[in-house]
């Protein structure tokens, strides 16, 4: 059974950091692209970033020089660190690999 299981979301002032994790169980996070979407209510679900099995990550413009995707294979983990936060990016944020989701996260960044 695959599982995608985001942490790290909470509440932070505007050009704050927060770290998110996503930890995976039956799926290999070494051979599996991962990616990160966000998600306002009422608003579609959008890409943030991605890191495919070779390690290799990609950004939504939205994020480029602020966020970092990045993965420790031992720890089957995804992680997106997310630096110079504004109010914008304030969003339920979710995990994807294949095609499993996990539940979210929330992040709040305020003014």
């Known amino acids: 059974q695959v599982q995608l299981a985001e942490s790290g979301g909470g509440s932070v002032q505007a050009g704050g950091s927060l770290r998110l994790s996503c930890t995976a169980s039956?799926?290999?996070?070494?051979?599996?692209?991962v990616d990160w979407y966000r998600q306002v209510p009422g608003n579609q679900r959008e890409y943030v970033a991605g890191?495919?099995?070779?390690?290799?990550?990609t950004y939504a413009d939205s994020v480029k020089g602020r966020f970092t995707i990045s993965r420790d294979i031992t720890k089957n983990t995804v992680f997106l660190q997310m630096n110079s936060l504004t109010p914008e990016d304030t969003a339920s944020y979710y995990c994807?690999?294949?095609?499993?989701w996990g539940q979210g996260t929330w992040v709040t960044v305020s003014s």
């Open positions: 994807k690999s294949t095609t499993f």
């Open positions: 039956g799926i290999i996070v070494r051979t599996n692209a």
């Open positions: 890191i495919n099995r070779y390690g290799v990550p």
